[in-house]
């Protein structure tokens, strides 16, 4: 049986933390930036934490 690939996509897009979480950067910020408010650009601007029902298979797709 060949060997599993990672997502090269997912990837890029995904970062494991030291803890074992998974952290990812928020949508809405590649245009339309002055429909936008400084307050609302800048929390984009901050990563967050991928959902818990959603790591194990965030997790699969990069760690394959």
Known sequence: ???MKS???AMKRFKVT?????KRDHA???HC???KTQIQKRRL???TLVA???QRRVK???LA
């Open 18 to 22: 030291g803890s074992g979480r998974v």
């Open 52 to 54: 818990a029902v959603d």
């Open 45 to 47: 601007r901050e990563g």
């Open 33 to 35: 930036k002055l429909a």
């Open 60 to 62: 699969r797709m990069i």
């Open 28 to 30: 809405y910020t590649g």
């Open 1 to 3: 049986m060949p060997k």
């Open 7 to 9: 997502n090269r996509a």
